[in-house]
């Protein structure tokens, strides 16, 4: 009977195997645990971070750090004096603003950098004049330079400084798409798309921000208005005035417009393009499905640093089909839990537990569970759970079981059966052995 279920690839909720209470008595009565047994836990589950990269300035991508809710006050200032805690806020906001300064080519260069800095915390706490007067003297480049700095304090760990951070880089980014900058346009079509760094949500704002940009040849705007499309995130959609279209129409018109853009984006170099491509190739999504072209567009943005191709590569060669090759899926596995994904990490564990693609070997497969197990994986924690249950590939350990169980039990209910069970059926065993003595 097999441990585990199918490979995963997009974190399904995968059946797995349910030991029955005769196994597990069977178990217990070979194996007894002193009650004072040691287990190293495996860490939870962690928080996923909201990445996004909101600003490509000179070809480069600045990685935002993890997006954090922020509130900023708008009361009016008076001329009284400021309270100490206020001070305090622009004190440590002008130290967190100095370090590194000299080092930045532009902002460096600039002697009325700090006194700006100052109008633009007036707009951003108190609303008195707008960002467009207060960046006047600024140009484009300076702009986005500032933006930039505030950008990466948005990640300080110092929650009012963020906030300011958050603010400034949002109206920064405001009064560059004012002036029609391509990068501030870009910039601040992402916060409208996404409804961060306190800027509301309003997704056909972006989209035409991100159209105008795309018609322009800015590769990176055709490939996120590609993926709107794709996603379905907006309801409007370009069609002739007199057409009667209804919602799967709709839908395959979506996916019309997010190919064409994600082609473009991939003559363009774009190493998601690439991946998306892949993907509407595979399922037939705006085209007739071919998954020679799929897999094509998915090495295509895997050699173009999209890593996040590996998987969908595996799974290419995993399904059923003349292309069909667990050799090729276990070597693409690798190459993805190589380079970090957790999917990729766990469905090599898969192969190794049930010989495909390569020679079955329960201890590398209890390995590779470990390891997914280690950054939070609920479902490898449920399969090395198994595995000490068992005792294949690791020495029995019903305790290690159960708190792994336990663990996994946090979020997922069908671990929280195994748990109770599993947990009911030591105690059982170890009166009887209390009993006993």
Not at 371 to 392: K, P, S, T, W
């Amino acid at each position: 009977m097999s441990l585990t279920g199918p490979f995963i690839y997009l974190y399904p909720h995968t059946p797995h195997y349910r030991h029955s209470s005769l196994r597990l008595k069977s178990a217990l009565t070979a194996v007894a645990r002193a009650t004072s047994h040691s287990f190293t836990s495996v860490s939870a589950a962690p928080v996923l971070d909201l990445r996004a990269n909101i600003l490509r300035s000179n070809g480069a991508v600045l990685s935002m750090p993890s997006v954090k809710h922020f509130s900023v006050s708008h009361s009016i200032r008076t001329n009284d004096a400021k309270p100490a805690q206020e001070a305090s806020v622009r004190a440590r906001f002008y130290a967190e603003i100095q370090k590194g300064l000299a080092d930045d080519p532009i902002l460096s260069k600039r002697e009325d950098f700090f006194p700006e800095v100052l109008e633009i915390l007036d707009v951003v706490e108190s609303g008195s004049g707008t960002m467009t007067e207060a960046t006047a003297k600024f140009d484009d480049q300076t702009i986005m330079a500032m933006t930039m700095k505030m950008v990466q304090l948005q990640s300080n760990p110092d929650a009012e400084v963020s906030s300011l951070a958050s603010a400034a880089a949002a109206q920064l980014l405001k009064a560059g798409a004012a002036r029609n900058n391509t990068d501030a346009m870009f910039g601040y079509a992402n916060l409208q798309r996404n409804g961060i760094f306190g800027v509301e949500k309003d997704i056909n704002s972006a989209v035409e921000a991100f159209t105008i940009l795309a018609k322009k040849g800015h590769r990176f705007a055709q490939t996120i208005l590609g993926e709107i499309y794709f996603n379905g995130e907006n309801e409007e959609i370009n069609t002739p005035a007199d057409a009667v279209i209804d919602a799967e129409g709709k839908k395959m018109r979506r996916y019309e417009m997010a190919l064409s853009l994600f082609e473009t984006a991939a003559k363009n170099k774009v190493p998601n393009a690439y991946h998306f491509l892949g993907e509407m190739y595979s399922n037939g999504l705006g085209c007739e499905k071919d998954m020679n072209k799929a897999i094509e567009s998915y090495k295509q943005g895997f050699e173009a640093g999209f890593h996040q191709s590996a998987l969908a590569l595996a799974r290419a060669y995993s399904q059923p089909g003349p292309e069909q090759s667990y050799h090729d899926a276990f070597e693409w596995h690798t190459k993805g839990a190589e380079m970090g994904n957790l999917p990729c990490l766990y469905n090599l564990g898969t192969h190794h537990f049930q010989g495909k693609g390569t020679p079955q070997d329960f201890s590398k497969a209890a390995d590779c569970w470990q390891h997914a197990a280690d950054q939070g994986f609920l479902h490898a924690m449920i399969n090395l759970a198994n595995l000490y249950v068992e005792g294949r590939g690791v020495p029995q350990d019903l305790y290690r079981a159960r708190d792994l169980y336990k663990l996994a039990s946090e979020k997922e209910p069908s671990a929280k059966v195994q748990y109770l069970e599993l947990e009911d059926l030591i105690r059982k065993a170890e009166a009887a052995e209390r009993s006993a003595k």
